[in-house]
């Protein structure tokens, strides 16, 4: 007769003791249930739900789901890999224990990212938690480097839909403005509180650009925490907006026109505790391996799009002269370059110096976004590149011949331009694996597939409501 003490495959050593004391600790503070959250390869946030009693359980045995959801698209229809697709086989979800937090904004419920493992005690192929942690993993063995990774959250507050879907902001103050703070200052404080009690550290929170647009940004952490972060944040930000009679929308654009939502990551290099972005004699304090690093990752931004801007959507917003970053260019503290230099402050700049990876939106998974920017960066290393002469102003006023001399060429200009990329892109799809890779490019064109023959404000209307 086998308990729940006996260890099983997936499970990490101590998780059915620590689970033990943890589901009674919430009991007794009213908590009934835990969402087991992850993230699918469309972008889409998927959860199953345990009562907290059964925690225990999960931690040892894990909770069933199909592995049909690797190729669900953003709309839940359903696309096939030679692999992945079909209505056979189920894995097994297990809460990462060290990641779980009580939900300050759903009294009576916690949350905990999984890790998704086959019946057999694999990591399964398609999952991106697994993939980011491999990559991470394989950095500090090869190259002796971490990271510290951060993800922009850009978001809207609207009025909630109709029928009809359209998009109608709650605030109509200007951008950046102090009167669009005040208008939403009760709904502000709140989510800023059950930031702080889900120990999320929060850096900034501020009225956008767009139209209802709000923008928040967190602490940097290793990149598989950051990671789970960003998805713990949005599912904050939705819980307090809906205390509000509000809704959200994460869509990479909410109109065919106009800027969108983005979802920047901020990324950087580090060996034994020194910051490689900072105190180094390349161009502006940066280390070799530095450089090295943020050259493969601009060398690879086409095909990274299919991965970092993988919705028809992401192309609305993705586009010239908006701040989007949709050339490969990179400058110190250029907005509209692809790649962005943070150097810091004076004083600060060994701790904050990084890069900002600008073409990334919130369709995304973020597992998949880390991992392959990484895996590009960490391809540039081991090539020790070099960064070619870095932009000032907007790239779209460059000149054929000024183009040329800094390398500087358009980002794909759809989805489709992005696949193709990626298709041939074998060190993206090499780190990602060719289960993870084919269920990325099923995936993308099955999007692509959903809304052709629609104008622009029509794919905005497809995809406004699903992230």
Request: with cysteine; proline share 7%.
């Amino acid at each position: 007769m086998t308990t729940l003490a006996d260890p099983v495959p997936g499970g990490r050593p101590g998780d059915v003791e620590r689970a033990t004391a943890l589901s009674g600790e919430l009991a007794g503070r009213g908590v009934h249930g835990v969402v087991l959250a992850y993230v699918d390869t469309a972008g889409i946030g998927r959860v199953k739900t345990v009562p907290t009693a059964k925690l225990p359980s999960a931690a040892a045995w894990g909770v069933g789901m199909s592995p049909v959801f690797d190729t669900f698209l953003a709309d839940d229809s359903i696309v096939t890999t030679d692999v992945l697709g079909s209505p056979d086989g189920d894995l097994r979800l297990y809460p990462d224990l060290t990641a779980l937090v009580e939900l300050a904004a759903q009294p009576g419920w916690a949350w905990a990212p999984v890790d998704r493992i086959t019946q057999e005690g694999e990591p399964h192929p398609a999952c991106a938690r697994t993939f980011l942690r491999r990559t991470v993993r394989e950095a500090a063995e090869r190259h002796g480097v971490t990271f510290r990774a951060s993800i922009e959250i850009e978001w809207v507050f609207a009025r909630p839909p109709g029928p009809d879907g359209a998009f109608v902001p709650a605030v109509t103050a200007p951008a950046y403005g102090a009167a669009r703070q005040v208008e939403l200052s009760d709904c502000a404080a709140e989510l800023l509180a059950a930031l702080a009690r889900q120990g999320v550290e929060t850096e900034q929170f501020h009225p956008e650009y767009a139209a209802g647009q709000f923008e928040l940004s967190v602490a940097a952490l290793d990149p598989v925490a950051a990671a789970d972060r960003s998805v713990l944040v949005r599912q904050t930000i939705r819980a307090v907006a809906r205390r509000h009679g509000l809704a959200v929308s994460f869509a990479p654009a909410l109109l065919g026109r106009g800027v969108g939502n983005g979802g920047h990551v901020h990324l950087s290099v580090w060996r034994e505790g020194v910051n490689l972005h900072a105190g180094g004699d390349r161009r502006h304090g940066m280390r070799p391996e530095a450089e090295a690093f943020a050259a493969g990752v601009l060398g690879r931004l086409p095909a990274l799009t299919a991965v970092t801007a993988p919705s028809p959507a992401s192309y609305l917003r993705l586009r010239p002269s908006q701040w989007a970053g949709a050339f490969t260019a990179w400058g110190r503290e250029t907005r509209e370059a692809g790649l962005r230099l943070v150097t810091g402050t004076v004083g600060r700049r060994e701790q904050t110096a990084n890069i900002e990876v600008k073409p990334v939106d919130l369709a995304a998974n973020p597992y998949l976004a880390l991992g392959c920017l990484i895996a590009a960066g960490l391809d540039g290393m081991a090539a020790d590149a070099r960064l070619p002469e870095e932009i000032t102003g907007d790239p779209a006023h460059l000149d054929a011949r000024e183009a040329a001399a800094h390398g500087v060429r358009r980002l794909p200009v759809s989805l489709g331009e992005a696949v193709g990329e990626f298709r041939t892109d074998g060190v993206l799809r090499g780190a990602l694996g060719p289960v993870l890779a084919d269920a990325v490019t099923a995936v993308r064109e099955g999007e692509i597939a959903r809304v052709e023959g629609l104008d622009d404000d029509g794919v905005a209307a497809a995809f406004r409501w699903v992230y």
